[in-house]
Nanobody, 126 residues
Framework: QVQLVESGGGLVQAGGSLRLSCAASRRTTSGYAMGWFRQAPGKEREFVAA????????SYADSAKGRFAISRDNAKNTVYLQMNSLKPEDTAVYYC???????????????????WGQGTQVTVSS
C-alpha cells in the first residue's frame, strides 16, 4: 500500500508559477512510475505529466508541454510538478498517482495508476 500526500497548491495570478510536491509513505523508487492528473469543476479528470521509475523518461499532455516539468527524488520518495506560465484554464484539483510498474505507457490513463493522493487545489486568477 502506498499513501500519497500532495502539497504546494494555492492561488496564483496568470503567468505565475507553482511547485507541487507529492510525498509517498514508503519507498517508491524504480518500481513505480508516478503521474500528475487534474480535474476542473464539471470536467473529467485529465492526464498532466508522468515520470518513469528511474526518472529517465517523462511524458506530458499537450497542454503542459513547455510550461510544466515533472521530476522525482527517489531518495526522498517525492515527486514534483513545476508549473510555470500558469493560465486560468490550469485551475483544477491536482492529483498525484503511483503506478505499480516502472515504465510509462504510450497513452497515459488514470486507469493505469493504483494509488492516488487526496489532491491539492490550484487556482489561477486572470
Amino acid at each position: 500500500q502506498v499513501q500519497l500526500v500532495e502539497s504546494g497548491g494555492g492561488l496564483v495570478q496568470a503567468g505565475g508559477s507553482l511547485r507541487l510536491s507529492c510525498a509517498a509513505s514508503r519507498r517508491t523508487t524504480s518500481g513505480y512510475a508516478m503521474g500528475w492528473f487534474r480535474q476542473a469543476p464539471g470536467k473529467e479528470r485529465e492526464f498532466v505529466a508522468a515520470i518513469s521509475g528511474s526518472g529517465r523518461s517523462t511524458s506530458y499532455a499537450d497542454s503542459a508541454k513547455g510550461r510544466f516539468a515533472i521530476s522525482r527524488d527517489n531518495a526522498k520518495n517525492t515527486v514534483y510538478l513545476q508549473m510555470n506560465s500558469l493560465k486560468p484554464e490550469d485551475t483544477a484539483v491536482y492529483y498525484c498517482a503511483a503506478r505499480s510498474a516502472p515504465y510509462l505507457s504510450a497513452y497515459p490513463s488514470g486507469d493505469e495508476y493504483d494509488y492516488w493522493g487526496q489532491g491539492t487545489q490550484v487556482t489561477v486568477s486572470s
